[in-house]
């Protein structure tokens, strides 16, 4: 091997155990994906791993450094990626003594003192050097929030073999911070994925539903996110495509380190409506905060994203999902406390949104903020109109101001409805 050094770790530990039996990586699908490879009787041609063997045949079962030093990734455009590999990088893994190199092509001789130098392959009569090889590799994500990996081009035929796609995928789940794959990525991907769900450096879980199928592996020094926001933004994700039921294998150290992942599978609801609760009051409370002279600066994006959040909260407290009921009781305790400052600030205490039980059908602005109103010209009749067509109007005080007036109305009028037991929240 020359002098190719393979990347050993000092730190070698078992794999992480996972039980992908009942999966689409069991090790009897995985088994006949190989052998589908196998069949396929790709044309012979040299390859860098006749010359260096399998360089980073570790990287899969042993813990490695967070970020592969002289491998990185520069955003092309929008989730797509170059792989970029420093000279140092080379040097170091595709190096080869210049006479061994000499034997089988032109481009080195005796001149080097049989130094390491970049290695060089012939392929159809014709040379190319281990840059060449190197200078398209790309890659990409889907992006949020599955970041599901496609590898396209793979690294190319001449380097398989030598384990630079396991790293790369790697890294790039390290740079990413998670990453996820489904069933219909190639037979190649998914005998890759089956040994990432098992890589020491990650946490992994598989998702089996009615609507889609995926495995995750997430770093275990995410600087993102922890396991747990990445699985209620899933889980969130896979709501909203009405996917009723989710069937999940999660790895042994995820359920050792996390063993509140499990029962947010079994009870999806709750960490669902909590997120958009906890997202919901970001914009409320910054609208309670604001002050008179930041009016102003409200947009089209405060309206919309309090339809989105408030929207979901109702609509999965009334559906079938069965929150808990602590769940129910606390977000309502919540939404109280937040409906109270709410009516303090901006709307006459005599007239508020919601009285004695039932909706006000003309509620009174502050008399301090119906100079805005007037302004801005943003009434209910045309809420949505400045919701979807921001370009119609101005800023968006009075739609933002009308949102949070329809939540509330909507919850509370909700809580009734469904309830019936309205007593016991006060």
Request: without cysteine.
């Given at each position: 091997m020359g002098d190719v050094r393979p990347i050993i770790c000092e730190y070698e530990i078992a794999e992480d155990e996972i039980d992908l039996d009942k999966t689409y990586l069991s090790k009897e699908k995985i088994t006949k994906q190989k052998e589908d490879i196998k069949s396929w009787g790709e044309p012979k041609q040299p390859k860098v791993v006749d010359l260096t063997g399998k360089i980073f045949k570790d990287e899969g079962t042993t813990t490695s450094d967070n970020h592969m030093r002289g491998l990185d990734f520069d955003e092309v455009h929008d989730g797509f990626y170059k792989v970029n590999f420093s000279s140092e990088f080379i040097e170091k893994y595709f190096s080869l003594p210049s006479s061994q190199v000499y034997k089988t092509t032109?481009?080195?001789?005796?001149?080097?003192?049989?130094?390491?130098?970049?290695?060089?392959?012939?392929?159809?009569?014709?040379?190319?050097?281990?840059?060449?090889?190197?200078?398209?590799v790309h890659i990409k994500t889907e992006g949020y929030p599955t970041n599901r990996i496609h590898f396209p081009g793979g690294v190319g035929a001449s380097l398989e073999g030598t384990g630079l796609g396991y790293l790369i995928y790697q890294q790039f789940i390290k740079y990413l911070g998670f990453g996820s794959s489904k069933p219909n990525a190639s037979s190649k991907a998914q005998v890759v994925w089956s040994k990432l769900a098992?890589?020491?450096?990650?946490?992994?879980?598989?998702?089996?539903?009615?609507?889609?199928?995926?495995?995750?592996?997430?770093?275990?020094?995410?600087?993102?996110?922890?396991?747990?926001?990445?699985?209620?933004?899933?889980l969130d994700n896979l709501y909203r495509n009405k996917s009723s039921k989710i069937d999940v294998v999660l790895g042994s150290?995820?359920?050792?380190?996390?063993?509140?992942?499990?029962?947010?599978?079994?009870s999806p609801s709750d960490p669902i409506i909590k997120k958009n609760m906890s997202n919901l009051k970001l914009y409320i409370d910054y609208i309670l905060q604001i002050s008179d002279k930041s009016i102003e600066k409200l947009n089209g994006e405060f309206p919309s994203k309090m339809v989105e959040y408030s929207s979901k909260i109702i609509e999965m407290v009334t559906d079938d999902t069965n929150?808990?009921?602590?769940?129910?009781?606390?977000?309502?305790?919540?939404?109280?406390?937040?409906?109270?400052?709410?009516?303090?600030?901006?709307?006459?205490?005599?007239?508020?949104?919601?009285?004695?039980?039932?909706?006000?059908?003309?509620?009174?602005?502050?008399?301090?903020?119906?100079?805005?109103?007037?302004?801005?010209?943003?009434?209910?009749?045309?809420f949505m109109s400045s919701l979807y067509n921001p370009e119609d109007g101005p800023n968006n005080f009075m739609s933002s101001l009308y949102n949070i007036e329809q939540f509330f109305i909507n919850y509370f009028d909700m809580i009734e409805y469904q309830q019936k037991i309205s007593g016991v929240f006060k």
């Open positions: 032109s481009l080195y001789g005796n001149e080097h003192g049989d130094q390491p130098v970049p290695l060089v392959i012939k392929i159809d009569n014709k040379e190319y050097d281990i840059e060449d090889l190197l200078t398209d098992k890589d020491p450096d990650f946490y992994s879980f598989v998702t089996q539903s009615d609507f889609d199928n995926y495995v995750f592996v997430i770093s275990k020094t995410n600087p993102i996110k922890d396991p747990k926001n990445i699985v209620v933004d899933l150290e995820l359920k050792r380190d996390f063993p509140e992942i499990e029962t947010m599978f079994s929150p808990p009921f602590s769940t129910t009781k606390s977000i309502y305790n919540e939404v109280k406390e937040l409906y109270d400052k709410f009516v303090e600030k901006f709307y006459d205490p005599s007239s508020p949104p919601f009285k004695d039980g039932q909706p006000n059908p003309n509620p009174k602005v502050n008399s301090k903020y119906e100079k805005y109103v007037d302004k801005y010209g943003f009434g209910p009749n045309n």
